[in-house]
């Protein structure tokens, strides 16, 4: 039934946002990708996120979203603030107040333009690093909430929500993804793409996901 319907995919040109792209395009019959701007460290991180728009052919809608910046800069945003992991239960200096509840917000007005049903967003409450709008939770609290607003049944998908980033480079390969997103997305605080600089938050929990699946998945060809 799904295969008939229309989605929009959260898209950052990362990791996550990529595998989920690649599950929509599996799922349903028509995908549209939306990248918010909101003055990223790097500008890479938009562009790339084009680039895989395009190589994989879907719409890219990109929203300026410079106010968020203006309301709360932080260390994704400036480069001035430190990218620290919190520590005593302290949000992670990367942390953007509100950042996942307007940008779903968001995503839902141009699904309802675009006449989109579904909005699929790459959240994860396993590799939960402090952000409060990752939660399953919250998540569907808001579903509830954009239903109401609008008059309208959207359904928000997190094909992540439970997944390490160990299984979630597990269902970038059984999507066939997984040199396609290895190799294309951007993850980095850095803003290296690829594999990236390796030595980032990013990027050591990126790694230590591929790293683990992979020596899973050859222990299982043996
Ligand atoms: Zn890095």
Redesign the pocket.
Known sequence: MLRDEKAIVVFSGGQDSTTCLFWALETFKEVEVVTFNYNQRHKEEIECAKRIAEELQVKHHLLDMQLLNQLAPNALTRDDIEIKEGEDGELPSTFVPGRNLIFLSFAAVLASQVKAKHIITGVCETDFSGYPDCRDAFVKSLNVTINLSMDQQFVIHTPLMWLDKAETWKLADDLGALEFVREKTL????G?IGD?????P??KLRRNGLEKYLEGAAAHDR
């Open positions: 993850t980095c605080y850095e290296v990236g600089c390796g030595e980032c990013a990027c």
